[in-house]
């Protein structure tokens, strides 16, 4: 289980607190016309779909084959993004983004997730997350992980797995988002809870553990448990 979380540590260590309290990335589409700009450079994207390859190529089934499927990339605001000039251009000194990309990976279509941290002096921190439709923000997929590891250790003991010490979650899916919204959340967070799916690779066998995140007033809590149609 220790490397389904490993690049988790990696983030963190790099962010140095950076997401405490952040809103989920999800519920801040508007991005500034500095960001867009940064965000089309060729380099940049370069560098995206480099790091997104090298994710693919670390999965399970070893994707080397990783292509966009469109020409779409979504962006989600994970804390503000703050901008400063050099040499006559704009960079972005702090905060952070995901940007989503709608790719193509060994046939199958799949949506790749990277968070860029902005340093000072115009650098940049590119950290995958989990593929897949997640809604979960970075703190919160940290959070979630042991608890879906858990669950799906428990539909692998069921199918008899056996000396299985690797574990990894490889794809998430969001299935619903309630209608009703939650009595009191955290100011800027949606008040609509939400279920997930997400796959755990088992030494090459794929399980699922269902999550179900509902916003409270101290941020998002969460349940993983298995499917409905696992019990």
């Known amino acids: ?31 500034s ?3 867009r700009q940064f965000i089309s450079d060729p380099g940049y994207q370069a560098a995206v779909w480099n790091r997104a390859r090298k994710q693919a190529a670390a999965m399970p089934d070893h994707c080397a084959d990783v292509k966009a499927a469109d020409e779409k ?4 605001i994970a804390a503000p993004v703050a901008f400063e000039k050099r040499n006559g251009r704009d960079f972005p000194s702090s905060g952070a983004w995901i940007v989503h990309l709608n790719a193509d990976a060994c046939g199958t279509r ?24 997640t809604r979960a923000d970075p703190v919160l997929q940290r959070d979630a992980t042991l608890a879906a590891l858990a669950t799906g250790t428990v539909a692998a003991n069921r199918a008899d797995v056996k000396g299985c010490k690797s574990a990894l979650v490889v794809d998430t899916r969001v299935v619903s988002i309630d209608a009703k919204p939650q009595p009191k959340v955290m100011p800027g967070r949606s008040p609509y809870a939400w279920h997930e799916i997400w796959t755990i690779d088992y030494c090459g066998r794929p399980f699922e553990a269902a999550i179900d995140f509902t916003p409270d007033p101290t941020g998002t809590g969460f349940n993983a448990h298995l499917p409905t149609s696992a019990k």
């Open 110 to 133: 799949r949506q790749l997730n990277v968070l860029t941290i902005a340093k000072a002096g115009g650098a940049v921190d590119l950290v995958p997350l989990y593929r897949g439709t």
């Open 33 to 35: 016309t500095l960001l």
């Open 73 to 76: 990339v979504g962006i989600g």
């Open 1 to 31: 289980m220790v490397g389904a979380l490993r690049h988790f540590g990696r983030l963190f260590a790099l962010g140095g607190g950076l997401f405490a309290g952040a809103a989920s990335a999800q519920q801040q589409p508007d991005t």
